[in-house]
Each structure stands twice: as structure tokens, then as C-alpha cells.
């Protein structure tokens, strides 16, 4: 089991700047990936970024591209995302998941932090 605990989420407006933590826990030696997903009232949950947890390769979806940075320090056993530029479109409850290894999937998933722009 690996347990994920998220802060840093709160209101901010357009244009500013927010960053999320996510501490992982547990059996933290499983972790191949680690990501940030969002879910917006009414919509789906969307993939956000993504950071393999050795190599430490990042991936985007493309509607943050440029104004968000996924980073991670593997001494913590921590993930970040660096939000810049924020629009009210990013408004969601954003979470953090692991993928392990041997895994097509993200498998545990942490409890989610309000992320709230207003225009």
C-alpha cells in the first residue's frame, strides 16, 4: 500500500500562482510514476502531468503546457506542482496517484485538494 496525503491547494486569482504537495507513504519502493489529475464539477477527471519516479521524465496534458511544472524529490518521497498562470478553467479538486511497477494503472489515489481561481 502506498498512502498519498496533497496540501497547497486554496483560492487565487486569475493569473496567480499555487503550489500542491503530495507526500507519499508507506511502500513508497513500488512507485514507478507519479501523477496529478483533476476533476472539475460536472466533468470528468483529467490527467494533468506526470513524473516518472527514477528517470524523472515529465509529461503534460496539453492544456497546461507551459504554465505548469510537475517536480518531485525522491528523498521526501514527495511530489510537486508548480501552477503559474492560473485561469478559472483550472478550477478542481486536483489528486495525486502512483502508478507501481507492473501496474497499466494508477493504483492508489490520494484524498484531493480544492484548487479554486476566480476571475
Known amino acids: 500500500q502506498v498512502q498519498l496525503v496533497e496540501s497547497g491547494g486554496g483560492l487565487v486569482q486569475a493569473g496567480g500562482s499555487l503550489r500542491l504537495s503530495c507526500a507519499a507513504s508507506?511502500?513508497?519502493?513500488?512507485?514507478?510514476?507519479m501523477g496529478w489529475f483533476r476533476q472539475a464539477p460536472g466533468k470528468e477527471r483529467e490527467f494533468v502531468a506526470s513524473i516518472r519516479w527514477i528517470a524523472g521524465s515529465t509529461s503534460y496534458a496539453d492544456s497546461v503546457k507551459g504554465r505548469f511544472t510537475i517536480s518531485k524529490d525522491n528523498a521526501k518521497n514527495t511530489v510537486y506542482l508548480e501552477m503559474n498562470s492560473l485561469r478559472p478553467e483550472d478550477t478542481a479538486i486536483y489528486y495525486c496517484?502512483?502508478?507501481?511497477?507492473?501496474?497499466?494503472?494508477?493504483?492508489?489515489w490520494g484524498q484531493g485538494t480544492q484548487v479554486t481561481v476566480s476571475s
Open positions: 508507506g511502500r513508497t519502493f513500488s512507485i514507478s510514476v
Open positions: 496517484a502512483v502508478q507501481r511497477y507492473r501496474s497499466s494503472e494508477y493504483d492508489y
